[in-house]
């Protein structure tokens, strides 16, 4: 029981980061869509690009984080499946249980593709036109 309890707490740890980069990616691509808004709107003037310069920066922010949260829950699943392993052939546990992959990690993927597609969006224009 005690590997389950340490995945389902890696799996909160990713959640964390996932919530965080969430905060960032969001937060900072709608500070560029509005700054975007209000110069197409001329309620700005051109020069106005530190704002949505800030914006791209907490974007990037986000993506990088959600990076290196996925990094660091890879790494420490392989780790804890190699210790499950050594342990087993060692006969000190005798159950064997599933160890599926993470929801977690597919929705902080996925996460990550949206964050890809939101600085996409941003530095090179692609995306749905409004």
Same mark, same amino acid.
């Given at each position: 029981?005690? %590997? $389950?309890?340490?995945?389902?707490? *890696?799996?909160?740890?990713?959640?964390?980061?996932?919530?965080?980069?969430?905060?960032?990616?969001? %937060?900072? %691509?709608?500070?560029? $869509?509005?700054?975007?808004?209000?110069? $197409?709107?001329?309620?700005?003037?051109?020069?106005?690009?530190? *704002?949505?310069?800030?914006?791209?920066?907490?974007?990037?922010?986000?993506? =990088?984080?959600?990076?290196?949260?996925?990094?660091?829950?890879? =790494?420490?699943?392989?780790?804890?499946?190699?210790?499950?392993?050594?342990?087993? *052939?060692?006969?000190?546990?005798?159950? $064997?249980? =599933?160890?599926?992959?993470?929801?977690?990690?597919?929705?902080?993927?996925?996460?990550?593709?949206?964050?890809?597609?939101?600085?996409?969006?941003?530095?090179?224009?692609?995306?749905?036109?409004?």
């Amino acid at each position: 029981m005690s %590997f $389950q309890r340490t995945r389902m707490s *890696a799996d909160r740890t990713l959640m964390s980061v996932i919530r965080t980069s969430l905060s960032l990616i969001s %937060f900072g %691509f709608t500070i560029f $869509q509005l700054f975007l808004k209000l110069a $197409q709107a001329k309620v700005l003037e051109e020069g106005s690009g530190a *704002a949505r310069g800030f914006g791209v920066s907490l974007v990037l922010l986000g993506i =990088a984080m959600l990076v290196g949260g996925i990094g660091f829950h890879l =790494a420490f699943m392989r780790g804890l499946r190699k210790e499950r392993r050594e342990m087993a *052939a060692e006969g000190l546990i005798h159950a $064997q249980s =599933a160890f599926p992959v993470s929801l977690t990690l597919i929705v902080a993927l996925a996460m990550l593709l949206i964050g890809l597609f939101a600085i996409g969006d941003m530095v090179a224009g692609f995306g749905p036109v409004a």
